[in-house]
């Protein structure tokens, strides 16, 4: 049997890029810590009076959410929600939902559930049916981020918290590395500068890889659905996703490194390309542009569906 370093009781985990055996209670310790290092370091709580979290009902989020919902009850003075997306994808979402509003309701807090359907009179399954060669992902993602700002604005939110992992952080660094896109390097957040009409985007799970949220969920039993959505096989982000997966395979902590080297050079990409001018679009969302991407897309659509013969 293998034991915990610390303690000596019966492991549940090997961190590899450390070199430590852990135990359950060890573990959690291990992630909250650096769960709330790092909530403290992006957010000045005497100025965060309300914090949203966007909760897709899936374990990253979940678990972002549960352990804010340790830090942050104990204050009187600070409000936590969240906020679900209901994009419209049969058989997926009614599935996470329901995990969203169980735990929600287990910690007591307020819910607020958007869809495409009231939003855009559409749903993500309509669309997948219209496009050409854009990917489903593109639409999602805009209109997701869309309907989060809007609701989390709506609510009077400071702050809106996501659940991206080291993971998924290392692989949008990587992404627009090599897509050349080194101004949305400098978006990538967590926001440090507000924007009229945009809520700062927080992290609290940027440096905690995916393999230990999923065990995290599951030591703790926090409610998460780890169904997958049907779309997802055509995202570009799967091939990124298996890169930094062989690098760190081979190389334990280098997800780590890709993090922290980011974090080294965001000042400077911060002072080179500063956030845009914003107006505000047609349907009330702010956009450095005449319209809004979200408005771009669904333009897009409506000028390719066939129109009804008289």
Known sequence: MVRCSKCGKKAVTFIRYNGSHLCRDHFLDFVEKRVKTEFRRQVDLDHAGSISVALSGGKDSSVALAILFDILHPRRDVTLSAITVDEGIEGYRELTLKKARALTKSIGIDHRVVSFEDEFRTTMDSI?????????????????????????????????????????????????????????????????????????????????????????AMLRDVPFSDDVCPYADEALRNQYREMVDVLEDRSPGSKHSILASYDAILPLLREHYPP????????????PKEKCMACELLDGLRARKPQRKS
């Not at 101004?183 to 700062?200: F, M, N, S, T």
């Not at 845009?276 to 956009?287: D, H, M, Q």
Request: glycine fraction near 6%; charged fraction near 25%; charge should be positive.
């Open 276 to 287: 845009a001018s914003l107006s505000v679009c047609r349907c009330g969302e702010p956009t």
């Open 128 to 216: 997948s049916d219209s496009l050409d060669e854009k990917s489903p992902c593109t639409y999602c993602g805009v209109l997701r981020r869309w309907c989060l700002n809007k609701a989390a604005r709506e609510m009077g939110a400071d702050v809106m918290a996501t659940g991206l992992n080291l993971d998924d952080t290392a692989q949008s660094i990587l992404m627009n590395f090599t897509r050349a896109d080194v101004e949305r390097l400098a978006r990538l957040g967590p926001h440090k500068k507000v924007q009229p009409g945009l809520i700062p985007r927080i992290q609290p799970l940027r440096k905690i890889p995916e393999k230990e949220v999923y065990l995290y």
